[in-house]
């Protein structure tokens, strides 16, 4: 299991890129994981409406906006919402309900502290009522 990042908030300030004529290197996530995805979502669908008992994600916006749920698992304070636009990224640690709506097609990268075959993913994962 990879070593959890310690974020204050779930909307990351972001690094300035390193630029020159080449073009410009963006440095996201500085920590030792085990998986990176590629994640495609539709208009008006809802992903997560969970909690990782020991994994946490970063979600990097490339193309859309993500509508980001949360709060502390077993909280039962209304989660409060950002919305995270392209070019920009949340973080996700362990124990914290969250959910997606994505008010456009988005596409977005999570990178994860734990391998994401299913099974891992799965045993790791408590399914929650967060948003419908």
Known sequence: MSTIPVEEKPLIDMLP??????GAIYPLVDAKMESAVLI?????TIRANHY???????????????????RPH??????????VKKGEMMYTP???????????????LT?????????????DVVR???VN
């Open 40 to 44: 495609t979502s539709k208009k008006g």
């Open 128 to 130: 929650v009522d967060l």
């Open 74 to 83: 077993g909280s039962d304070e209304e989660p409060e919402c950002i919305t």
């Open 17 to 22: 890129p390193y630029e020159d004529e080449r």
């Open 94 to 108: 362990p124990m914290v309900d969250h959910a997606m709506k994505f008010p456009e097609d988005t596409v977005f």
């Open 111 to 123: 990178l994860g502290g734990n391998p994401r075959d299913q099974e891992t993913y799965e045993a």
């Open 52 to 70: 990782h008992k020991t994994d946490w994600h970063y979600c990097y916006v490339l193309e859309g906006s993500i509508d980001y749920y949360h």
